[in-house]
Structure formats: structure tokens, C-alpha cells
């Protein structure tokens, strides 16, 4: 309803604007009809994004999403992020996928711009979740060191270096620590996709979330990708965020 609010309130406003420019010079009215029509565009874009856009928040919370994280077009992590109503997280809150698994999903994406029988799939930059974030594992890790774990092909011994640095543990205790995590959380892609989940969830918490800026940038990609989407970066920021 709102959107069509809007294109009523644009059309409007065109008939107006053109009626008045009878009453001008030839050239004028040339000039005003090219940039009345290059309004009429942004304003549809912008409208279209912006119901993309709540479109996607809207789906974020209730289906099942995809989120990659990505760097010079390779895959470090991925995760599927179940909407659910308790605000604490556990290992069994999420999807987790294997290195074979994320190989696939990957190739898909970049093949067909889908990911075979999963809904939206987010793939971000390790930029984009950057933003201010603590995590308990036994040792605070920050987003910093989180994303150092996610794009290392060790994440354990990643971990294990940071608590060494905290802690200050003899040789004999970060062994035991590094079995007793690796004992909780699995394989190096689970423990990966939980540091993922946690990233993502904070990056969609609405003081951090800067989804429309982030899409401009290409610091979020959303596919598949709609037409609004492909043309994002030419619709204004202002309003849509």
C-alpha cells in the first residue's frame, strides 16, 4: 500500500510538472522531460529497494538463511541461521556446512546465482563484519581475532594463541584446551560457522546494521539478486536505511 502511495504521489507530480512546461521555451522543455524522466527512474528504484530491503530484514528473522563469508573470491566460512525466539544461542541453533559442502554452494553462486534448494544466501566481506562485537568461550575473543579464526585453516590454534596471550597457560594447559574446545564444538567448519552465526547476528542488531551502504559497496552481496539490486549503487542512501 505504501508503495503505491508513493507512485501515485511521483505520477502526480509528472502530469503537473508537464502541464506547466507548455508554458515554456522548446529547449526548456526538453531539459525538463529528460530530468523529469531521470526522477521518475530513481524514485521507482529507490521504492524497489527499499521493499527489497525490508524484504530481506522481514526474511532474515523468519526463514532460514545462508550466510558466507568471503574474501578475493574465496569461501572461509558459512552457516545457516535458523529464526528463532530464545535470545541465547546454542551449537544447535545453526546449519552448519562442511568444506565440500561450501566448495559446492560457492560454485552454484557463482554459476547459476543460486544456491540449489536454499532460500537467500548473504555473503559478506570481512570488512563488513567489522563492527564492535565480544564473544565468551572461556577467553573474550573480539570480532578482530574471530575473523583472524575464520579465515585460518587452524581456528583452533588461532584461539589457543589468544588465550596463550590472556592467560598466560603453560604448553601442557593450551593442549588440553585446544582438545576441550575441539571436544565442544566439532570440526574446524562447525566452530567456524558458530563464530560466523554470532558475526551475522550482531551485524543485523538495528544500531550496527547498515544493510543498504553495505550493498552499494559490495561489502554485502544478496543472492539471487534482484533487478533493485543490481541497480543500488545508482539509488540515494538517504531514507532507504
Excluded at 25 to 48: D, N, Q, W
Excluded at 55 to 78: C, H, M, P, W
Excluded at 139 to 153: A, F, H, I, K, P
Excluded at 174 to 187: F, I, N, P, S, V
Aim: glycine share 4%.
Amino acid at each position: 500500500m505504501e508503495t503505491m502511495i508513493v507512485i501515485l504521489l511521483v505520477m502526480l507530480s509528472v502530469i503537473i510538472i508537464l502541464y506547466a512546461t507548455k508554458f515554456l521555451g522548446r529547449t526548456v522543455k526538453i531539459i525538463t522531460k529528460i530530468m523529469l524522466f531521470i526522477v521518475v527512474l530513481l524514485a521507482i528504484l529507490t521504492v524497489l529497494v527499499f521493499k527489497d530491503i525490508q524484504t530481506i530484514k522481514e526474511d532474515v528473522t523468519t526463514k532460514e538463511s545462508l550466510f558466507l563469508l568471503q574474501n578475493d573470491g574465496r569461501t572461509y566460512a558459512g552457516v545457516g541461521i535458523k529464526p528463532v525466539e530464545e535470545k541465547v544461542f546454542t551449537m544447535d541453533s545453526f546449519t552448519y556446512y562442511t568444506r565440500e559442502d561450501l566448495d559446492r554452494i560457492s560454485n552454484e553462486l557463482e554459476e547459476e546465482g543460486r544456491a540449489k534448494g536454499m532460500g537467500k544466501a548473504f555473503i559478506f566481506t570481512p570488512n563488513a563484519l567489522n563492527k564492535s562485537y565480544e564473544l565468551d568461550l572461556g577467553v573474550m575473543y573480539d570480532q578482530e581475532t574471530m575473523l583472524c579464526v575464520l579465515m585460518s585453516d587452524e581456528p583452533y590454534r588461532v584461539l589457543v594463541e589468544k588465550a596463550s596471550r590472556e592467560l598466560n597457560l603453560s604448553e601442557k594447559s593450551l593442549e588440553q584446551m585446544k582438545t576441550d574446545l575441539e571436544r565442544h564444538y566439532g570440526g574446524s567448519e562447525k566452530i567456524k560457522g558458530y563464530l560466523l552465526a554470532a558475526l551475522v547476528i550482531n551485524y543485523f542488531q538495528p544500531e550496527e546494521m547498515k544493510l543498504v551502504t553495505a550493498l552499494k559497496s559490495q561489502e554485502v552481496k544478496v543472492r539471487p539478486e534482484t533487478i533493485s539490486f543490481k541497480v543500488i549503487k545508482y539509488v540515494p542512501v538517504f531514507g532507504i536505511e
